[in-house]
């Protein structure tokens, strides 16, 4: 079986500031890990995948992700936050012939 | 150039009034799923279809059901809406073979009166 924890289900960071948005994962079998956003009234766009090549993955608007699996993490990053990307986080983990397991999600708010 | 489109993106019905919900997509992905969104909660997968085969989690209630006409289209049916029904639905698809990428719709947003 396979789950997702979010640390944090609401994290605030001011404009210019770091992103650092947990996620950890379990998974009996070699993973597939996604990071999805969700703006409000939208459905789930795609930031960034893990699939098993480099474990430094970079994403759109600026967001990267470290795979280690020594520590069970897919922990999303971004160095200077802007207003848009203030939405809602969801980390994923999947595998070869298996569904989606949604992490629980954590709100970003960016302060001015 | 939207992948996966939804039809209606707001649908409002009255309380046991049959409800269709729609999804299509410029994909030609294999497989094709249909979530629940509650405000505040991760994506709830209720069913999904692999080619032709339908799938349905354990826990999906009877009263939704799915129908899938061809590779394009799919349908979710609510045939008698409760006010817990209430909800984003949100469309997704993938190919098999490409690491499970999901690519989602924009949602439908249920309201039920």
């Known amino acids: 079986a396979q789950s997702v924890t979010q640390l944090g289900s609401h994290v605030s960071v001011s404009e210019g500031a770091l992103v650092l948005l947990r996620c950890n994962y379990s998974s009996s079998v070699p993973p597939y890990l996604f990071w999805y956003v969700q703006y409000p009234n939208q459905g789930l766009q795609l930031l960034l995948k893990?699939?098993?090549?480099?474990?430094l993955v970079k994403g759109i608007n600026g967001f990267e992700a470290e795979f280690k699996k020594s520590e069970t993490s897919f922990h999303l990053t971004k160095p200077s936050a802007h207003m848009s990307d203030a939405a809602e986080y969801f980390c994923a983990v999947s595998a070869y012939g298996q569904n989606f397991v949604f992490g629980p999600g954590t709100r970003l708010s960016v302060l001015p | 150039d939207a992948m996966v489109i939804q039809n209606p993106r707001y649908q409002v019905t009255q309380f046991g009034k049959p409800v269709t919900l729609s999804c299509s997509q410029t994909l030609n992905h294999n497989v094709m799923y249909w979530y629940q969104q509650k405000s505040s909660q991760a994506p709830k997968l209720l069913f999904h279809?692999?080619?032709?085969?339908?799938?349905n989690e354990a826990d999906t209630p009877d009263n939704f059901q799915s129908r899938r006409p061809n590779t394009s289209f799919c349908f979710l049916d609510i045939r008698s809406p409760g006010l817990g029904d209430a909800a984003m639905y949100l469309c997704?698809?993938?190919?098999?073979?490409?690491?499970?990428?999901?690519?989602f719709g924009a949602g439908t947003r249920l309201s039920v009166l």
């Open positions: 893990y699939t098993s090549a480099a474990t």
């Open positions: 279809y692999y080619d032709k085969d339908f799938n």
């Open positions: 997704a698809t993938s190919r098999t073979g490409a690491k499970n990428i999901q690519y």
